[in-house]
T-cell receptor, first 116, second 118 residues
Framework: GAVVSQHPSRVICKSGTSVKIECRSL??????MFWYRQFPKKSLMLMAT?????????EQGVEKDKFLINHASLTLSTLTVTSAHPEDSSFYIC????????????FGPGTRLTVL | AQTVTQSQPEMSVQEAETVTLSCTYD???????LFWYKQPPSRQMILVIR??????QNATENRFSVNFQKAAKSFSLKISDSQLGDAAMYFC?????FGGGGSEKLVFGKGTKLTVNP
């Protein structure tokens, strides 16, 4: 149990376009979902925390208007990279937590975004 | 603010041998969780082991065990009988306990790249 999926796994887009990444908890209801960005050979950098039905909490330095997060249900959160530019190219990972799991986060497989 | 430090960017071990990865953290909280996550080349993050700060007993999961020293704020991971499949990035992470039904964020260390030599 506790499987998290992400879609798409890879996406290539042109500069100036927007890209949406979906994160789903497949077999549990997620109390909280998290979005991370990971640069090559680096650690995970938390971008934002979201709870179903409320606005996401962004980490310092993360542009809210650039990285739109929607948490429409207890099993789905989306990250939209708006007006993407080459510097937004990165590996994006989502995770989800559930009640009773002792703060353990269950991670999706990640999405590799390349902006040309 | 809480911080997590992994002082070993890279480690290597011979297959079947034992290796210990270091992690220290800084917090003013008394109740929290500590985690070791593994990220193999596939980049899928996998939980290796979790420790609750209020438990004095060190957590173990098969070949993986931790040495949790609360006073020293140290949380090392020992991998016994290392296997080729253990090769990965290992991240130490901290989370303070949250009682509101949600989940607190994880604070990650920079990671240790483990190589297992055949």
């Amino acid at each position: 149990g506790a499987v998290v999926s992400q879609h798409p796994s890879r996406v290539i887009c042109k500069s100036g376009t927007s890209v949406k990444i979906e994160c789903r908890s497949l077999d549990f209801q997620a109390t909280t979902m998290f979005w991370y960005r990971q640069f090559p050979k680096k650690s995970l950098m938390l971008m934002a925390t979201s709870n179903e039905g409320s606005k996401a909490t962004y980490e310092q330095g993360v542009e809210k208007d650039k990285f739109l997060i929607n948490h429409a249900s207890l099993t789905l959160s989306t990250l939209t990279v708006t007006s993407a530019h080459p510097e937004d190219s990165s590996f994006y990972i989502c995770s989800a937590s559930r009640a009773g799991a002792g703060n353990e986060q269950f991670f999706g497989p990640g999405t590799r975004l390349t902006v040309l | 603010a809480q911080t997590v430090t992994q002082s070993q960017p890279e480690m290597s071990v011979q297959e079947a041998e034992t290796v210990t990865l270091s992690c220290t953290y800084d917090t003013s909280e008394s109740d929290y969780y500590l985690f070791w996550y593994k990220q193999p080349p596939s980049r899928q993050m996998i939980l290796v082991i979790r420790q609750e700060a209020y438990k004095q007993q060190n957590a173990t999961e098969n070949r993986f065990s931790v040495n949790f020293q609360k006073a020293a704020k140290s949380f090392s991971l020992k991998i016994s009988d290392s296997q080729l499949g253990d090769a990965a990035m290992y991240f130490c992470a901290y989370s303070k306990r949250f009682g509101g039904g949600g989940s607190e964020k994880l604070v990650f260390g920079k990671g240790t790249k483990l190589t297992v030599n055949p």
